[in-house]
């Protein structure tokens, strides 16, 4: 009776087949899913319909400034006055009295060459020199002696009225005499020959004794105690001294484009590696008229013309060098200060070639709002005295077009005169790449 009102509860279809039951999302995916679907379709469609993001534009405020121009070059620092010493006389060296770094005085003796040949050929000249000194007084007393006979002749035909001696005698004493007379001619001729041969014996072995020629610092020392020297048409360098290293020079290559801005007495600074970041001052001296190539030129014309060689002009400043830092042979990289164009409206090179259109077809332009020398883009000039635009940044994110009139320009900013373009507004530079 109890099992009656108790029944047993019968497995619902899930559980008599063993199955587990379906989680209430999944029922209900096919309301859901749907839905889904249509509201990613709805977000995307309205994404293409919102437009391109607005792009990012770099901007530089337009300054209100005076602008520097300069040439840029590079040289070589040289001594005021390099003199290189040689030698006249063959020989070897006896002795070096100098070496490199050595402070130098003029007439200091710095080398001697052996003189042992010298010495004898001094010594020949003057037996030689004895020997015509001996002539001569031989035919001095063969002249004096005709000279007696030639009186005595003649004396005797006085007296004979012409009659003793014979004409010819008196002719043939007359004859003697003359001889006689260039004999002795001929001596002293030979006298001065010996003499000037002694003389140049002499000379020469003074000059086996190499002095300075100027005061100064010995910069190099290409000889050595027992090396032979050997005197040539193009004579042999044994030192190189340079007169005073307090003053001088540094030589640099002007570019044919910007040789027509400088001019002496212009005012210049130049860096070297050994002091980077130190600014040594000179001054422009001069500026050669010839080109560094004209020579190359004049010897082939066609191969220049044919090679694209670059004319430059050789430019020499005068450095200060009272410290003594600078030394010769030093790479320098000079700047020449060449105008000042005075307060004037400057902007970038970029923003004068920056064009929307353009910029935004190559899905964005320049990422670097300040772009160095070293960029080739940045270098070009603009042309001095041309109509240019420039993009200027409004303040609801719009472009303006305004157009400028170019002057000087250092290679990155140019001056430029406008009527609407004010000091402090915005110019583009450039886009943003993507991602940036």
């Not at 469609?45 to 005076?66: F, H, L, M, N």
């Not at 004493?173 to 001619?185: G, M, N, Q, T």
């Not at 001296?285 to 190539?293: I, Y």
């Not at 066609?302 to 790479?331: F, H």
């Amino acid at each position: 009776m109890s099992e009656l009102n108790n029944p047993v509860e019968q497995p619902s279809v899930d559980e008599f087949l063993g199955t587990k039951p379906r989680p209430r999302w999944r029922r209900w995916m096919k309301y859901w899913l749907p839905g889904l679907v249509i509201l990613l379709l709805v977000l995307g469609v309205a994404q293409c319909a919102g437009g391109a993001p607005k792009p990012d534009y770099i901007t530089a405020p337009v300054a209100q400034e005076s602008l520097s121009l300069s040439v840029t070059a590079t040289g070589n620092l040289r001594p005021t006055n390099q003199v290189e010493v040689g030698a006249e006389v063959t020989g070897p060296l006896d002795s070096v009295l100098v070496d490199v770094n050595d402070r130098v005085t003029k007439g200091q003796v710095i080398a001697v060459i052996n003189t042992e040949i010298i010495d004898q050929q001094i010594a020949q000249a003057r037996a030689n020199l004895n020997a015509a000194r001996a002539a001569r007084s031989q035919a001095q007393a063969v002249l004096d002696i005709d000279k007696v006979q030639l009186a005595r002749l003649q004396e005797v035909r006085r007296l004979s009225g012409g009659r003793v001696p014979s004409q010819i005698e008196v002719e043939q004493a007359e004859a003697a005499v003359e001889r006689d007379s260039a004999a002795v001619a001929s001596a002293r001729a030979n006298i001065e020959a010996a003499e000037a041969l002694l003389r140049g014996n002499l000379t020469t072995r003074t000059r086996a004794v190499i002095r300075a020629p100027v005061t100064g610092v010995v910069l190099a020392r290409r000889v050595e105690p027992g090396q032979t020297v050997v005197a040539s048409f193009n004579t042999v360098t044994l030192f190189v001294i340079a007169e005073d290293l307090s003053e001088m020079q540094l030589r640099v290559s002007i570019d044919e484009a910007d040789v027509g801005q400088v001019k002496a007495g212009q005012q210049a600074t130049f860096t070297v590696d050994a002091y980077p970041g130190r600014r040594f001052p000179a001054t422009l001296q001069r500026v050669d008229l010839a080109s560094s190539n004209t020579v190359q030129a004049q010897a082939g014309a066609a191969a220049s013309a044919a090679g694209g060689s670059v004319v430059s002009y050789e430019a020499r400043l005068t450095v200060q060098n009272v410290d003594g830092l600078l030394r010769p042979g030093m790479t320098a990289t000079a700047t020449i200060a060449t105008q000042n164009t005075g307060n004037a409206m400057l902007v970038p090179n970029a923003a004068l070639r920056f064009r929307p259109e353009a910029e935004e077809e190559e899905g964005g332009g320049v990422f670097q709002p300040q772009i160095g020398l070293e960029d080739q883009k940045q270098q070009a000039s603009i042309g001095e005295g041309s109509r240019q635009q420039v993009q200027v940044l409004q303040a609801d994110g719009t472009l303006k077009a305004v157009d400028v009139i170019t002057g000087r320009s250092d290679g990155r900013r140019t001056v430029v005169q406008s009527a609407e373009l004010k000091p402090g507004m915005k110019v583009v530079t450039g886009i943003k790449a993507a991602g940036q």
